[in-house]
């Protein structure tokens, strides 16, 4: 069982920062892959990056790529999603997920955790 916290979300302009974090309890968290994907209103939940187990490899969807940056911290049980250049498309709630596939998943159903969310609102 994981239990997963996000956390980090609020309001920022466009082209600004923001951290998000991901809390997790269980002993199991560093053999889980941990992805974040976002739901705006409306709209489907869609992926946005994930980080394997060992955090050596990451994937993230294009409109992210070079703006946001993904890491993990087992020790911490902790996983950040650095958000760079923010875009008012950006605007979302954000959650943290876990897989137990070994490889990088993209698909919401291929992930057995879910936190509940939290909000991030980029304005232009």
């Known amino acids: 069982q994981v239990q997963l916290v996000e956390s980090g979300g609020g309001l920022v302009q466009a082209g600004g920062s923001l951290r998000l974090s991901c809390a997790a309890s269980?002993?199991?968290?560093?053999?889980?892959?941990l992805g974040w994907f976002r739901q705006a209103p409306g709209k489907e939940r869609e992926f946005v990056a994930v980080?394997?187990?060992?955090?050596?490899?990451?994937d993230s969807t294009d409109s992210v790529k070079g703006r946001f940056t993904l890491s993990r911290d087992n020790a911490k049980n902790t996983v950040y999603l650095q958000m760079n250049s923010l875009r008012p498309e950006d605007t979302a709630v954000y959650y943290c997920?876990?897989?137990?596939?070994?490889?990088?998943?993209?698909?919401?159903?291929?992930?057995?955790?879910w936190g509940q969310g939290t909000q991030v609102t980029v304005s232009s």
């Open positions: 997920a876990a897989s137990p596939l070994p490889h990088l998943p993209t698909n919401t159903f291929a992930y057995k955790y």
């Open positions: 269980g002993r199991t968290f560093s053999s889980y892959a």
């Open positions: 980080i394997s187990w060992s955090g050596s490899s990451t």
